[in-house]
């Protein structure tokens, strides 16, 4: 192999001949290249050849992967030509993304390593600065989106809203549950957000949507009755047992709180003891501790009200996993018990899960649920994490897509 071959794959760049290695002390190992044939004189956004206008900038360098610890770049002529459809613009660099100042190679191991630690991270690993860790996510997500279309052949969708910022910031999600990946995602929390999804779906895809998961919303309902009628809307139901939870939280503080005013010391440490019985309501009968289940057993002897409001709450959980044709005849069972249980706030939930009754039946017996835009909104939670938040959503954005969009690049040389 001769060394200009031997140099071609040592940077990781193809489409190039290597004119000139030079070593200058503060910048490290300089690698001057001349585009090929095949690449040259190439419009950067449509591909066309198009004619030489003139020498622009004249020589440009991109930061290219390192060797071993030393840096090194590429070194070319920057060279513009007129095309037809963009005008005059700087030629296509077959090695860097138009107007990036980072080989391709680069670019993809610095998002790569993005979705897997945090940006300061990245950027003292790659040196560079975390600001541009932002930037060479956004490039790679945008050539990426523009080379797929996430939108096309949705069948299947969940539609939820994850919070990115403190200060009730939210983006609003949209994922496939098919193929189980981020399709779309917007800034806000609010009809208009929800609306724009679909402006972008455009009315053929919307026609041909056949389920959409959500957590209950109404207006998220209202919106996808009208713009897609033909879909059956599913309302999640773990959200709905999350009703309950809620409910037989009411149950147990107007319980507490009655107790506590009392003036019989007897239902005074009863109310003590109910203070701490939270989790042991909350948890699963088979997730409990020792103490937990003693807990329970006290509520059950001496408290029948939130005794009976924990039971609510478990036959709600249990039709939620049964699912299917038995699971709609549970719930008609269990919505004449919350009827008659004289518990307001689960009286109050037979009535909202009533309004919710069509999309609940739909959820189970469909068997979907919003499982993978919750495990999605989790995986994001735990980028931001890592990421330390961010400032504005277009970075949040670019690598929720990147990492859940199946828009990561791989490792440049992978397998």
């Not at 001949?17 to 956004?45: F, K, N, Q, S």
């Not at 005059?88 to 077959?94: E, G, K, R, S």
């Not at 993809?108 to 945090?118: E, R």
């Not at 005013?261 to 003590?272: K, M, V, Y």
Request: charged fraction near 25%; charge should be positive.
């Amino acid at each position: 192999m001769n060394n200009k071959r031997l140099w071609t794959r040592l940077l990781g760049v193809e489409g190039v001949v290597v004119e000139a290695v030079d070593w200058e002390p503060e910048e490290g190992l300089v690698v001057g290249v001349r585009v090929g044939w095949r690449h040259r004189h190439r419009c950067p956004h449509c591909g066309r050849r198009s004619p030489r206008e003139d020498n622009g900038a004249g020589r440009r360098r991109w930061r290219g992967l390192d060797l071993g610890v030393t840096r090194v770049w590429v070194e070319a002529d920057a060279v513009r030509v007129r095309c037809r459809e963009h005008g005059i613009v700087v030629a296509a660099h077959p090695w860097a993304r138009h107007g990036a100042r980072f080989t391709r190679a680069f670019e993809d191991q610095a998002a790569w390593l993005v979705t897997q630690m945090s940006r300061s991270a990245v950027a003292e690993l790659m040196r560079i600065a975390w600001r541009s860790a932002e930037r060479i996510v956004e490039r790679v997500v945008a050539e990426a989106r523009a080379r797929v279309d996430l939108l096309e052949g949705l069948r299947s969708i969940g539609i939820d809203e994850v919070s990115y910022k403190k200060g009730h910031r939210y983006l609003m999600i949209v994922v496939d549950h098919d193929r189980d990946r981020l399709v779309w995602a917007a800034e806000g929390r609010n009809a208009a957000t929800v609306s724009a999804f679909f402006d972008a779906l455009g009315p053929e895809r919307c026609a041909v949507l056949e389920f959409v998961s959500a957590d209950g919303a109404l207006w998220i309902e209202a919106i996808v009755a009208q713009r897609c009628p033909q879909a059956t809307l599913c309302t999640d139901p773990f959200h709905v047992v999350q009703w309950a939870t809620a409910a037989l939280d009411g149950v147990r503080r107007d319980t507490w709180n009655r107790l506590r005013r009392s003036r019989d010391p007897g239902e005074r440490a009863a109310a003590r003891s109910l203070k701490n019985a939270r989790f042991a309501l909350w948890k699963k009968p088979e997730d409990l501790t020792e103490t937990q289940q003693g807990k329970l057993a006290s509520i059950q002897r001496f408290n029948r009200p939130l005794w009976r409001a924990y039971l609510l709450k478990e036959q709600l959980r249990l039709i939620v996993q049964t699912k299917g044709a038995a699971a709609v005849a549970m719930l008609d069972a269990w919505l004449a018990w919350a009827q008659r249980s004289r518990l307001p706030s689960f009286v109050e939930l037979g009535r909202k899960i009533r309004r919710h009754r069509l999309g609940i039946e739909a959820a189970l017996i469909h068997r979907l649920s919003n499982a993978r835009i919750e495990s999605a909104n989790t995986r994001l939670r735990l980028l931001h994490r890592l990421a330390f938040g961010f400032h504005s959503a277009q970075p949040a954005i670019a690598l929720a897509f990147l990492k859940l969009g199946g828009l990561c690049p791989p490792l440049p040389h992978s397998p």
